[in-house]
């Protein structure tokens, strides 16, 4: 997979020289290429902002840098378009279902927009060249794209092929089965006056695999209970329904529905 970033901040695209991305690309499993936008400027001052037309605060990225930049990266060879990014807190928002999605595509371009944003023509223009997906990270502000650019890339990049050593650890983290991580623990079994759970002493796996499925099922109940009402309820023990409905909810047919009375919140214990 190649990913081209383009940025008038490339100093900040940096720490995807380290770790497990920079190790991918050393290994030669991605290519990533960091763009200046400035360098594809004309003017004497190397301008890419400017007020906005019909008033309002701040400035808007001028289209005639974006254009150059984008165009300096189509390949004419290429079989399919290549998908633009554009990181925008007006954008669709990021998700682990989305990065798997963009993992399957053979080239990302993500522009990181400063200030108020790109001039919207160049969005149109580009769907001529590219697949274009305006993403948000979430709904917070940033003060440009890089951020957002950094986490993408993170979360694309360790789903692509030989990047990750062990592939076992991309399933069993959160949100890969809809639900949050159930609580780790390691050595010493005592810390501090407080026991390590027994059963993960036990030695019994199925035991374990259940407490763990109970756990998972009772934190996302309490922090993220959005998650709990989009469960595929179909292939629900007993005992995972048992625990669903002590919390508040039901299950029926193949889907989890709330239970308790409006205005009252289900709780971890
Ligand atoms: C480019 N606030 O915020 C959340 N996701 C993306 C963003 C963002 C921003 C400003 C510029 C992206």
């Avoid at 490339?10 to 290994?27: M, V």
């Avoid at 940033?142 to 399933?171: C, D, F, K, Q």
């Avoid at 407490?211 to 009402?229: H, V």
Wanted: glycine fraction near 8%.
């Amino acid at each position: 997979m190649r990913f081209d970033v383009f940025s008038i901040f490339p100093q900040y695209l940096a720490p995807l020289e380290l770790s497990l991305i920079g190790k991918a690309r050393k290994d030669g499993l991605l290519e990533l290429n960091v763009h200046e936008l400035r360098e594809f400027t004309t003017d004497k001052h190397r301008s890419v902002d400017d007020t906005p037309y019909g008033g309002g605060a701040g400035m808007v990225m001028k289209p005639e840098p974006w254009a150059q930049a984008l165009e300096s990266i189509i390949d004419t060879a290429a079989e399919t378009k290549p998908t633009l990014i554009v990181p925008s807190p007006a954008g669709e928002v990021f998700n682990q279902a989305l990065a798997y999605e963009l993992a399957e595509q053979e080239h990302l371009v993500f522009a990181c927009g400063r200030y108020e944003g790109i001039d919207e023509r160049v969005l149109e223009w580009a769907e001529e060249h590219f697949t274009v997906r305006p993403i948000s990270l979430g709904d917070y502000v940033l003060n440009g794209g890089e951020v957002a650019v950094l986490a993408m890339v993170e979360a694309i990049g360790r789903l692509l092929p030989g990047v990750v050593g062990n592939p076992e650890s991309l399933v069993e983290e959160s949100h890969a089965d809809g639900l949050l991580e159930y609580p780790v623990y390691t050595k010493p079994s005592t810390w501090r006056e407080r026991d390590v759970p027994d059963v993960l002493l036990s030695g019994n796996h199925a035991k374990i695999a259940k407490y763990r499925k109970e756990q998972s099922l009772r934190r996302t109940s309490a922090r993220r209970p959005e998650l709990i009402e989009q469960m595929d309820a179909t292939n629900l023990s007993k005992a995972e329904r048992n625990t669903l409905w002590e919390l508040g909810y039901a299950v029926v047919d193949h889907k989890v529905a709330r239970r308790a009375a409006p205005g009252s919140t289900p709780t971890q214990d």
